[in-house]
């Protein structure tokens, strides 16, 4: 089947860890705790997978559409026998904040609760249009990237009641398609990911955001054989899917003149489009980097301590 995105769990009962593997009406559970022999411990072909992410110990599967399926919701307690729990509104992208808050992307950006009830996420907010791609919450922080309409900026509140507030909006004309992105640790530099880019429009723009009512461009990069998917950001390093490229990962540290600090190429494609490197996870406790590719899941470990650029090197430790 197509292989989509990538996310990761921990069991804190047993600290083994686990990659989520999507593909769209299905996904696979890997155990990566020995990076060098994984294998899959769980499958379903009955949960869509095209997008997933965890809360606690439930994983929240969207179909990448509304449509008439409906999001799937998994009990992980035990990961190596989930057991599906509830259904939700599906979307063709979501983003879960530390706080319990369930960001879904198109159509529009809805807002649900998870605290009440995980297994019944409650309606709380919805922007009301039909556009809308992915979204990225850091904080209080919202980046609402909106496909076609531009990228906005939020800050929410859940103290007494939920409320966005709007801080500012980016539209550029370089920029075909809003898709996904991330911003530095200082929260200063906003990066955005434009997957309908075509050579020689950038694939990255990145924008000062220190006032977020008046954002201000930095900086781009474009690869004129491959097509960015989506971008985070721990440190001084935003690590990509970057389909036919595979995992590239750029040094960020001036984000006004980002460059290539590693890269290992995942797939045998070598043109612009949606073939190759599909997702990217990167925040598992161990350090490793999972990569969803339709060759593969790699697993990679970065050592970002090299002397130079030019002498650092990453390689699979399986697939």
């Given at each position: 089947?197509?292989v989509?995105?990538?996310?990761?769990?921990?069991?804190?009962?047993?600290?083994?860890?686990?990659?989520?593997?999507?593909?769209?009406?299905?996904i696979?559970?890997?155990?990566?705790?020995?990076?060098?022999?994984?294998?899959?411990?769980?499958?379903?072909?009955?949960?869509?997978?095209?997008?997933?992410?965890?809360?606690?110990?439930y994983?929240?599967?969207?179909?990448?559409?509304?449509?008439?399926?409906q999001?799937?919701?998994?009990d992980?307690?035990?990961?190596?026998?989930p057991?599906?729990?509830?259904?939700?509104?599906?979307?063709?992208?979501?983003?879960?904040?530390?706080?319990?808050f369930?960001?879904?992307?198109?159509?529009g950006?809805i807002?649900?609760d998870?605290?009440?009830?995980p297994?019944?996420?409650?309606?709380?907010?919805?922007?009301?249009?039909?556009?809308?791609?992915?979204?990225?919450?850091?904080?209080d922080?919202?980046?609402?990237?909106h496909?076609?309409?531009g990228?906005?900026?939020?800050?929410?509140?859940?103290?007494?009641?939920?409320?966005?507030?709007?801080l500012?909006?980016?539209n550029?004309?370089?920029?075909?398609?809003h898709?996904?992105g991330?911003?530095?640790e200082?929260?200063?530099?906003?990066?955005?990911?434009?997957?309908?880019?075509?050579?020689?429009?950038?694939d990255?723009?990145?924008?000062?955001i220190?006032?977020?009512?008046?954002p201000?461009?930095?900086?781009?990069?474009?690869?004129?054989?491959?097509?960015?998917?989506?971008?985070?950001?721990?440190?001084?390093?935003?690590?990509?899917?970057?389909?036919?490229a595979?995992?590239?990962?750029?040094d960020?540290?001036d984000?006004?003149?980002?460059?290539?600090?590693?890269?290992?190429d995942t797939?045998?494609?070598?043109?612009?489009?949606?073939?190759?490197?599909?997702g990217?996870?990167v925040?598992?406790?161990?350090?490793?980097?999972?990569v969803s590719?339709?060759?593969?899941?790699?697993?990679?470990?970065?050592?970002?301590l090299?002397?130079?650029?030019?002498?650092?090197?990453?390689?699979?430790?399986?697939?």
């Open positions: 089947n197509f989509t995105d990538v996310w990761g769990y921990i069991d804190p009962a047993t600290q083994k860890e686990y990659a989520i593997v999507g593909a769209f009406g299905a696979e559970i890997i155990d990566v705790t020995d990076p060098y022999n994984p294998y899959k411990v769980a499958a379903f072909d009955t949960v869509p997978g095209f997008d997933m992410k965890v809360w606690q110990n994983l929240y599967c969207v179909t990448g559409g509304p449509g008439v399926n999001g799937k919701i998994l992980l307690t035990d990961p190596e026998n057991v599906q729990a509830g259904t939700f509104n599906s979307a063709h992208n979501i983003f879960i904040s530390q706080d319990g369930l960001f879904a992307e198109y159509p950006l807002i649900y998870l605290n009440p009830d297994l019944n996420p409650a309606y709380m907010w919805g922007s009301g249009t039909g556009d809308g791609h992915d979204a990225t919450v850091i904080g922080m919202v980046f609402d990237f496909g076609w309409s990228t906005n900026i939020y800050q929410y509140t859940a103290e007494s009641s939920f409320t966005m507030n709007l500012g909006t980016i550029n004309p370089q920029i075909t398609y898709h996904s991330w911003i530095t200082d929260g200063n530099y906003l990066f955005i990911c434009d997957e309908l880019a075509t050579h020689p429009s950038p990255i723009t990145v924008w000062d220190s006032d977020p009512s008046e201000v461009k930095v900086d781009e990069y474009a690869d004129p054989d491959a097509t960015i998917h989506n971008l985070y950001i721990i440190g001084n390093y935003a690590y990509t899917s970057y389909y036919a595979g995992l590239r990962i750029f960020v540290s984000p006004t003149n980002i460059k290539v600090a590693a890269h290992y797939s045998p494609s070598n043109e612009e489009g949606f073939d190759g490197a599909f990217v996870y925040f598992s406790p161990s350090g490793n980097i999972f590719d339709q060759t593969g899941l790699y697993i990679f470990k970065f050592d970002s090299a002397t130079g650029i030019d002498d650092i090197n990453i390689q699979p430790a399986d697939f």
